[in-house]
């Protein structure tokens, strides 16, 4: 049906754009029914990366005129009418399927929409997927194909990054790893990387036939990806997702804070407006490290910070934490919070103090941070003030 399609639609696009009838005879001759066939349609944004398969052609010209193992690319997608270089991409995979050595093996479609979009989710044997690391914000063709049998073959990125983790024999990915900041240099390994395993792996699997004439082990990896991948990418369980994680939650907070007039709601105007206020006659007085933590400390060893400050008005408004950073390979990691108490107060003056003891080995860089503290917040951000100390 869909090798139907293909043909049809385009012999169709290919007169009605003036092109030369016996031409398009030769190239759809060329169409194998057999073949491998290999999907990659949507918008061409440039993150996309659309260009990628086409970075070295004699080795893509190897693998799509094997005739032992053949391989097909159905391309189709539309770039936005203001990015030009969206549409310089599409111009390239024209002029690559054009090619003698590409006819038929790499057929573009034009007009992409719903209903070319529907017949290549459903009638391809891989959806390839290349974004830009990390871009992609979701990817939801690649979804349509899993549900229709479709198997991911996909840079982790969007939601293959999750998808692929729950069964690594139900598809393929790329690593979401950036080996190089250089884009170009980027382009180049994910592109090999994908050669190499379409020769090593993918094209093997699926040519391995039985005598009835499938891949026992290609069959395995579609059933694993609809049984194990594609019930987790339905709108059922997304508007579930919403309903508990958003939509409850805000249903009772807006509940909470309308009630009695918006009592709540005005209370917490009018305690932000104190804070933003007071916020910068707030005065640092004193810092104490009772312990030397700085040289020769060992795992284990206690420590004490003692940290006086003049609240201005606001002492029973804010709270102190001490905040770790684990660094690793030049990356801070956020290691842990220790939130202060308070050991003294005389009017504005208060006294906070945390005692610990360092917990872990390596390499740890801490700051003292100040904060405005209201348990009517829905999260801290909601009040995003804050006083590093
Ligand atoms: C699914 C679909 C898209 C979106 O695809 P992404 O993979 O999320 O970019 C765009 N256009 C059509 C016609 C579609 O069917």
């Known amino acids: 049906k869909f090798i139907n399609f293909v043909r ?7 007169l009605a754009n003036q092109g030369d009838p016996s031409a398009v005879i030769k190239i759809l001759e060329k169409i194998n029914p057999n073949a491998l066939i290999i999907g990659f349609a949507r918008r061409f944004a440039t993150y996309k990366r659309a260009h ?17 193992f053949p391989v097909q690319f159905v391309f189709s997608g539309k770039a936005h009418p203001a990015d030009g270089a969206g549409q310089g991409l599409i111009k390239r995979i024209m ?10 093996k790499i057929i573009f479609l034009e007009d992409y929409n719903m209903i070319v979009a529907k017949r290549l989710v459903t009638g391809v044997d891989i959806w390839l997927n290349t974004p830009t690391r990390p871009l992609e ?41 950036r080996t190089f900041t250089d884009q170009a240099q ?5 592109a090999a990387t994908i050669y190499s395993m379409l020769e090593n792996e993918i094209i093997p699997l699926y040519f391995a036939k039985n005598s009835k004439g499938y891949s026992p082990e290609w069959i395995q990896y579609i059933k694993r990806s609809i049984g ?18 958003f939509y409850t939650p805000e249903s009772k907070r807006f509940a909470a804070l309308s009630a009695d007039n918006n009592k709540l709601a005005k209370e917490i105007a009018a305690w932000k407006q104190k804070v933003a ?8 007085l004193d810092v104490h490290t009772k312990e030397d933590i700085h040289q020769n400390n060992t795992t284990g060893q206690p420590f004490t910070s003692v940290i006086k400050i003049d609240t201005n008005g606001l002492a029973d408004d804010l709270a102190l934490e001490l905040v770790v950073d684990k660094m690793e390979n030049n990356t801070e990691k956020r290691w842990v919070k220790i939130p202060f108490k308070v050991v003294s107060r005389e009017g504005n003056i208060v006294t906070y103090e945390v005692s610990d003891k360092l917990r872990d080995p390596g390499v740890f860089r801490y700051s003292y941070r100040l904060y405005p503290c209201n348990p009517n917040l829905p999260h801290r951000q909601d009040f995003a003030y804050v006083r590093w100390i």
């Open 186 to 190: 980027q382009d180049k390994l994910d």
């Open 95 to 104: 002029e690559v399927s054009h090619m003698p050595q590409f006819q038929g």
């Open 137 to 177: 914000a979701s990817g939801t063709s690649g979804e349509k194909a899993e549900m229709n049998g479709v198997l991911n073959f996909s840079v982790l990125d969007g939601w293959w990054y999750e998808g692929y983790r729950l069964d690594e024999k139900a598809g393929w990915a790329l690593t979401e790893k």
């Open 277 to 284: 206020a007071a916020w910068d006659g707030i005065k640092v």
């Open 52 to 68: 990628l398969l086409f970075t070295d052609l004699d080795r893509l010209a190897r693998i799509v005129n094997n005739e032992q």
């Open 8 to 14: 049809r639609d385009f012999k169709e696009k290919w």
């Open 228 to 245: 194990h991948i594609a019930p987790q990418y339905t709108m059922q369980r997304m508007i579930e997702d919403y309903i508990d994680r």
